[in-house]
């Protein structure tokens, strides 16, 4: 029997009647007595309630839905602003002298800290170009993303509170540093809900090179108080793709098949003698496991990608390179995945930020680029957002010959649904230090994000310990500057 | 959609119930949920985000602030409708006047604006909180009260408990709950047929005496205590600390009274002449997350840890949100920020670090005992007398001759390395190279990330023969970082290829081959090195695994090294001659390059000078005239030449060996733990905001929150202080949060149902009374966990059936009212264990270092400093209780996570229970699950039995009870359909029956025991295999 044959007898299957993507009853339960959102319409059958497909709990309106999913490039490690998005040419002119002290004093840094007199500009280390019709002002060392100036919005005045990389991350996802919170991924889930039943609506991918590779905690892509249900799940590019996806050594499809079949009929049996609604939805979760074994592998297989495709990101997949990556992320796309988040972890340049940024550019600037255009040409750009960062920049002060970690100013950028293209917002200070034009905190960046999904950043939330949490914790303003 | 509907059916559902049973509105349960949720915000207790009319804006959290005159009107007038501006405004149609706002994200529905119009009609009484109210002293608690309570909430519905639950759910539900292991099917039988009118009380003292009820109890504790075998930080780091999980078993199995535990836990380290076991408690305060990432501030951790400890010591013992009176005043509980800080500065004596710089490496994190295990001394002592024998035999050897002949061939400098004064140097990238008077090489300017030093001597023929051996000195300089030798910010280089060649006028350059390099010193930490570290063979290996690879030095900055090869064939240079020495370095990590060097050749046997590896101190001796010594320096000298002497040679690698045998029985044996020591405290001040550089608050003393039952103190309070007031009979909230989370562990759902908040914002109970009179019996037994566990569990509440009623399914659809028992998950663990108890293949010892079951490899690729990969436990640590599974916080083994066990990042009282697919292929692929269910089936195939009869036997030992015909023919058509399938492809079944380490039984047909497999995997996937009942 070939998956596709089995595919389709699956779906005959009498208990597939109660529907799909199931929350367990008790976590719903939870989920639904703490709920934050206002109730709507009176249960229609009640016993059925426990198989239902997940839909979130946040009454979207879909005129004010712009976008449908999120891809995360996450540049992990902290870029540096000066070599990548943001050009300051007063700070090549500084190169080697002291560092204004009008600029650093009293602020908050992380390896040069005890170092405050002997502080010294870095010019940059590269030089910058304009690109496109807008003329957007961007690295030489990431010309693919200059190819698409005219699609992407960059903003250059980003701000953080967290210094280092662990809790920079943990404010990034979860808007706050303190652990136990949901990433945005799983509030994303929560409110929303996934198009998918045969993935994780929430998929993380990585990769490595170009720099020291600071640790990545799960952390990030936890769903913290929010049931398990809605954390992030890593895809993996070396093994099964999916944890446990693929049958035990000795056990094909078909015999998996039949077990499965037999654990269906033993559960229904329950299910008529205890009556419990938990036991339906694990019957219809059994049958979602079966369809991941079945569709991972479709998933993985890039044999249906046309060369040209294959030629445009650089790879033939299956290295666990970043533009492999930025592969399988359209791919997540297509199949109706709410969140993709792609760690590249090698922007850590403490030292030797001129060679190493340009080694790390290029692993990440092909695939990027090729990423917006493959997503543009198969017109699924304006329903995606996807974003370009780190968890924070670097200071235009030499740490050696590289740059410490900063988080007054830095960059990022977006493309995608109802983000003007073409076009940057913010600045920062002639040095690059500060963010002195229209800063952007991440909190505004989650409440911009949520927007555009037509969520409400201050409506989407959870009762937890005795406090209504969201994402934006008590911040968070929406840039509307940004969007079209 | 769905979802939406059906939190408004539960929030009627439970007020309907409610109001049915008590028609007076009570303040504290009804009123107070609804203003605290709606209107606190801007009218509570935070005065900075107060709003609305009197001269301090408007306060709904106290009677005098909602009765107050707001200028000739009131929000509330006691029951006048009326004149209360309160109801004026939530009803009100005028947008810029209603409450609240528009903009404002709650809203009140028309059920609430009822009940707080009919408090206000009834009088608007205040009440306190219900539970920082004093415990209830006045109720009845003689006969089958627990029973007589639960009935009270029933009878008005006209409904009863339901009936008592059949033997085998009884059991299998009492083993569950106790132990966290299903009963066997002779453990049923015994049950069935016991005779004895107390054969229920029998049972449950028996379980109680099992060391496993320690291990189940222990499963919940350590998500409170966020027990974790790694730091949780950053790299997420390894550390030691399982001696206290170890403790906290042993302390429920010997039902250490709960206010002991308490003391032992916060305070153990500083009550009187602390014991052993004492001091491995006060580990508790050591089990929060910490950091070694390098640029972490100390004070902002210290910061973070401060305020993890308030917040996991208030959920554990006080059921509060404390935690969030961090940043300001509590928005809905009466605590203050200062109450907060206040609480913080009981833990400003324990001994901390902010940053644990070097723990990555060196695994130090913070005070620390050794435990040893009770076979450690009685292993050790024929060892320790060996090793003083040896010592005696070692000092007694007389060495006198060998010792002068030693001193004497040290005390002339050796001159066999003869340094070369170069012709030229260059250097890529516009790096700068500068020739000094002792020939070192000193490199500035540029270019420093990676280069390539090209070097050119003519040899001094005058003094040297055929040269054999060239060396390159690595030297300190003040110029350069760390003062070097290398350029890298830490003063590290990595040369990755030394090559050498002969240039003659007329002759093709020829390249001279190395051999033998050694160096004095080597970095040894290897990350991915393919060399196990940085080498100095590395720098002669023609790049031939990669170029990045190389000699280097970390972390021996600012002193000299050298690094000395070998001419695989002695040169003789000519006169028209230069040798030509390239010093590649091409470290992928930039900058790791050389700033101070020399090159030096010989024409003697290659080795690095003998005095170099001579302590100064000793040289300083060596270097005395003989008569110029004392007696005291003799001896040095000699103590020093038997160190190396080759005569003992044979000796010392005994007393070696001897050494290391005592060391690893040592480290074997025992287990290092993190203990609290305590010194004197930091400063603690109120930080504006929470936020850590902010100096300017006030400096507060230990105190407990300050609206909460306390005696006047004199002096600093300490820990020990905090633990007693914590346990000191008139604390409203620690006997009721305790017994509230023992309730939920027996019947699934606590009586209040918010098990980390039974403040404001939490549930009122939905038997308060049943809660207080548990509790106030919990302080009367003297904290006695056991005996209220056997109470609890003599009821007959416990005992009834858990299956749905239909008379119960709209007044009670969540089981409040406990008319029935409940079905739930088994938590993580016990789903392991369970399938390894079910298999045989469980190991029942008890304690012990964390283990590690399979897992798929590569799931901790992603952490760093240093990198690391999981080795699997073998032999019997492979298939111990899921409570000691090596808890990693950042990559906790998937089959735990997916089935909901937390990281213990933070404290957790109440885990989710999801149902995934994600779990459900745990169940089906997880190698673990897939050997259980093998070794199953095979202690099932050693029977005789026919197919029928078997399956039967493997349905009833799994599941405890009996099978059904339906049952046995489905699982019967499975088996037939698997043994066809194995029978066509016999290979296959081998590799099934060969999944986990344990191999298949040798004397069974492969293709009948994977047919038989497929029938236990079956089993161990049913919702009823991991359904408690």
Known sequence: ?484 | MIARALFLFVSLSLTTVVMAVEPNIDYSRDIKPILADKCYSCHGPDAARREGGGEHGLRLDTEEGALADLGGYHAIVRGDIEKSELLSRITSDEPDVVMPPHDHPKSLDTDEIDILRQWVEQGAQWSVHWSFRPIDKTIDREGAWIDRLIREKLQPLNIDLSREANDSVLLRRLHFDLLGLPPTSSQLEAFQSAESENRWEQTVDQLLESPHFGERMAIYWLDLVRYADTVGYHGDQDVSISPYRDYVIDAFNRNLPFDQFTREQLAGDLLPDATERQRIASGYNRLGMMSAEGGAQPKEYLTKYASDRVRTASTVWLGTTLGCAECHDHKFDPFTQQDFYQFASYFADIKERGLYSGANRDGRWGPSMDVPDAELEALLAPLVEKQKELAIQFESTPIQGAVTEWINRLSKPSASWTPLHPNSVEALNGTKLEVKDDHSIVASGPGSESNTYRVTFSLPAEAIGPVTGIRVEALPDDSLPAKGPGRAGNGNFVISEVRTALVTDDQEPASLELIDAKASFEQADGNQNPYKGWKAIAAIDNDVKGKKWGWAVMPNFGVSHSWIASFKSPQTIPDNGELVVTIEQNHDNPGHTLGRFRISVTDKSVDFDPRRSVPPAIIALIDKADADRSEEENNLLAAHYRGIAPELEALRSQIAALDKQIADVKAQHTRTTLVTVSVEPREMRVLPRGNWMDNSGPIVQPAPPHFLPQKPFEGRQTRLDLANWIVAKDNPLTARVFVNRLWKLLFGTGLSKVLDDIGSQGEYPSHPKLLDALALEFIESGWDVKHMVRLILSSRAYRQSSAPRSELADVDPYNRLLARQSRFRLDAEMVRDNALSVSGLLVRDLGGRSVKPYQPAGLLRHLNFPARTYNADSGENQYRRGVYTHWQRQFLHPAMKLFDAPAREECTAERPRSNTPLAALVMLNDPSYVEAARVYAEGLLQEELNEEQRIRRMIEQALTREATNEETTILSRLRQQQFDYYTASPEEAKHLIKIGDLPPAPDLDPVELASYVAVTRAIFNLHEFITRN
């Open chain 1, 1 to 484: 029997m070939t998956p596709e044959s089995l595919a389709r007898q699956s779906q005959r299957r009498t208990f597939l009647r109660h529907g799909s993507y199931g929350i367990g009853a008790a976590a719903l339960h939870s989920l639904l007595a703490t709920g934050g959102v206002p109730a709507a319409e009176p249960v229609e059958n009640k016993s059925d309630r426990a198989s239902q497909h997940w839909e979130g709990v946040y009454p979207v309106i879909p005129e004010q839905q712009r976008i449908k999913r999120v891809i995360h490039l996450c540049m992990a490690g902290g870029p540096s602003h000066l070599e990548t998005l943001d050009h300051k040419p007063k700070l090549a002119e500084m190169d080697g002298q002291p560092m204004p002290k009008s600029y650093t004093e009293g602020k908050q840094i992380a390896q040069l800290q005890g170092q405050a007199d002997r502080l010294k500009c870095l010019g940059p280390q590269h030089e910058f170009k304009k690109f496109g019709e807008s003329g957007l002002e961007i690295s030489s060392v990431l010309p693919e993303i200059g190819g698409i100036a005219d699609d992407i919005c960059v903003i250059r005045s980003m701000q953080t509170d967290q210094i280092n990389h662990d809790p920079a991350h943990t404010l990034m996802n979860t808007g706050t540093s303190i652990p136990g919170r949901p990433s945005m991924g799983s509030w994303l889930l929560y409110g929303l809900g996934c198009e998918t039943d045969n993935l994780p609506g929430y998929v993380v991918l990585t990769s490595v090179g170009g720099g020291q590779s600071q640790p990545i905690a799960a952390r990030q892509w936890h769903s913290g108080f929010l049931p398990s249900r809605f954390q992030g799940v890593e895809f993996r590019s070396q093994g099964d793709p999916v944890l446990y996806v693929k049958s035990p050594n000795g056990v094909n499809l078909d015999n998996q098949r039949q077990v499965i079949d037999a654990v269906q009929q033993l559960n229904q049996l329950g299910d008529a003698r205890f009556q419990d609604p938990e036991i339906r939805t694990r019957i219809a979760q059994y049958e979602l496991a079966f369809k991941m074994q079945m569709s991972a592998p479709d998933l993985m297989d890039l044999s249906d990608e046309s060369q040209e495709t294959l030629d445009l990101y650089g790879t033939k997949g299956g290295d666990g390179s970043f533009a492999a990556n930025c592969l399988l992320a359209r791919r997540l796309a297509e199949r109706g995945v709410r969140f993709i988040q792609l760690y590249h972890r090698g922007w850590d340049h403490h030292g030797g930020i001129k060679q190493g940024a340009e080694v790390t550019a290029k692993l990440v600037d092909r695939g990027t680029a090729a990423l917006v255009k493959d997503l543009k040409q198969r017109g699924m750009l304006e329903d995606t957002l996807v974003i370009w960062g780190g968890e924070f920049g670097r200071t235009p002060m030499a740490q050696g010959s590289g740059r410490d970690h900063h988080i007054m100013g830095f960059s990022c950028w977006m493309a995608g649904g109802g983000i003007r293209p073409g076009f940057s917002w913010g600045a920062t200070d002639e040095l690059g230090y500060e963010a002195v034009e229209n800063p952007v905190h991440v909190h505004d960046l989650h409440a911009t994000m949520l927007h555009l999904f037509g969520v409400d950043h201050e409506r989407l939330t959870y009762r937890f310990q005795g406090r209504d949490f969201r994402l934006t914790d008590v911040h968070g303003r929406v840039v509307n500057e940004i969007l079209t």
